[in-house]
């Protein structure tokens, strides 16, 4: 649409081939492209002195963006191989390049543009700043060649063979002599829906991060890293410890490290996450994960156990940060189980028919509540924030659905009847269609069969 406006309005011939859309109808966006396209036209990108000829074998235009250590657009797609006129303008206020993967390189000064013609082959670009540290920081991005008009299936067939599902299952307790946990910030695109890949922040490169499985009176080491080639500052608060905010929660900054003890004083489930300012900010891109304290005698034994954390996602422009204006609001894009929308109902966690299933559900918000279901189950025990329903009751009561603030867990457990499929969902139902959906599959899935 905004591509269209830029066409009709300007009716410069230079601009009607970018390839690139705007999604968003951003107005302030607009208007830097607008200058941008002005300014361009004004000094002739295309040196005066090429023949119409030479400027009829240019397929379009192509603008990029360097923003602190990344590229705007950081993903551009062309509909044809050819030659394009690329147009690089550097926003910032330090020197940066841009080197093809074609050997073409162009520095560009502080507040400067350059430009250049560039070869695009069927198999596309790659492009990256040489500059030491600022390809690893994310100055980095492709131009891809999609010839179809089915980009959006492509793209999202391409990046969903990129994720493996979460894995749910609860890893064993950690023995007794190992109680050293090495968690890693990482800053690194992951899936978050089918076909939409957001620039996250998480403990070990995957969210939530990993489960940390211990038992009453355990003493846990915490060595929290923030690797170099990291740009931001961040931390871990334990909700399972208790220690002064104003000491092992402290932020550190990229290339720091810094040890956080504690014992499981109590059992339950636990949140843990990144307090580094804007909290909101850091848990919205996906920095939490889950603590299960077992008590000193351990749970009784069951068939299954899983691990399920509830979140939300709140996107920004693909492939860049998440949005922090949206996750002050209370309308998420995605609700999810383990960091990928409906990741469950393409990938069901499967089980065995009448056996008993445990789960550690968490909701790490940050912001919704969760209203946990399993369709087609009861469950026989909750434990929830200290709370026990317990199987052997006197009245025999059972639970539908564990209502969950933001960081609160619980332990569920209930059997499945028959062969079939168990949808898992938030019983808020206005987030089952933006991914808080997964399926059980008891036996070979299908009733008929039984
Ligand atoms: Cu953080």
């Given at each position: 649409m ?64 360097i923003l ?20 690089v303008?550097n926003?910032?206020?330090?020197p940066?390049?841009?080197v ?18 560039l ?12 500059l ?96 170099a080639?990291?740009?931001?500052a ?7 410890s ?12 990229p ?17 843990y ?11 919205a ?14 749970l ?148 008929k069969?039984?």
């Amino acid at each position: 649409m905004n591509t269209l406006l830029l066409s009709s309005t300007i009716k410069n011939k230079q601009l009607q081939g970018i390839q690139h859309s705007i999604t968003k109808a951003n107005r302030y966006t607009l208007v830097v492209i607008l200058l941008l396209a002005i300014a361009l036209s004004a000094c002739q990108v295309i040196p005066s002195s090429e023949s119409e000829s030479d400027q009829a074998v240019i397929s379009g235009d192509l603008n990029i963006n360097i923003l602190a250590m990344s590229y705007s657009p950081s993903k551009l797609e062309v509909v044809k191989p050819g030659r394009y006129a690329v147009n690089v303008s550097n926003t910032t206020t330090i020197p940066h390049d841009i080197v093809f993967s074609n050997g073409i390189k162009l520095v560009v000064a502080p507040g400067q543009q350059a430009s250049t013609l560039l070869d695009i082959p069927d198999s596309g670009l790659g492009y990256s700043c040489s500059l030491p540290g600022h390809k690893d920081a994310g100055m980095f991005g492709t131009i891809t060649v999609n010839s179809e008009g089915h980009h959006a299936e492509r793209k999202a067939t391409e990046l969903l063979a990129n994720y493996s599902p979460y894995d749910p299952k609860v890893p064993a307790l950690l023995p007794f002599e190992t109680r050293d946990i090495y968690l890693r910030a990482e800053e690194k695109l992951n899936t978050v829906a089918k076909g939409v890949s957001q620039q996250l922040w998480t403990y070990n490169g995957k969210v939530p991060g990993p489960v940390i499985h211990v038992r009453l009176g355990d003493m846990v080491r915490i060595h929290l890293s923030n690797p170099a080639s990291n740009k931001l500052a961040h931390s871990v608060d334990f909700h399972s410890s208790q220690v002064a905010w104003n000491d092992e929660m402290t932020s550190i900054n990229p290339g720091e490290e810094k040890l956080y003890q504690w014992r499981a004083d109590y059992a339950g489930v636990w949140m843990y996450h990144c307090g580094s300012n804007p909290a909101l900010h850091h848990i919205a891109s996906g920095m939490y994960g889950m603590v299960i304290v077992e008590p000193r005698e351990g749970l009784p034994k069951v068939d299954h156990e899983f691990a399920l954390v509830q979140s939300e996602f709140y996107v920004g422009q693909e492939g860049h940060t998440t949005d922090l204006h949206k996750a002050s609001l209370h309308d998420p894009d995605y609700v999810v189980f383990n960091g990928v929308a409906n990741q469950y109902k393409d990938h069901p966690i499967e089980v065995g028919t009448g056996k008993k299933v445990r789960m550690y559900v968490l909701n790490a918000g940050p912001n919704e509540d969760s209203s946990f279901h399993v369709v087609g189950t009861i469950f026989s025990r909750v434990i929830k924030e200290g709370i026990e329903l317990t199987p052997e009751n006197k009245g025999h009561y059972g639970a539908q659905a564990v209502d969950l603030a933001p960081a609160q867990g619980a332990i569920i457990e209930f059997t499945t009847a028959e062969d079939g499929l168990y949808p898992m969902v938030t019983h808020a139902f206005n987030f089952v269609g933006k991914g808080a959906l997964g399926l059980i599959k008891a036996g070979d899935g299908d009733p008929k069969n039984d």
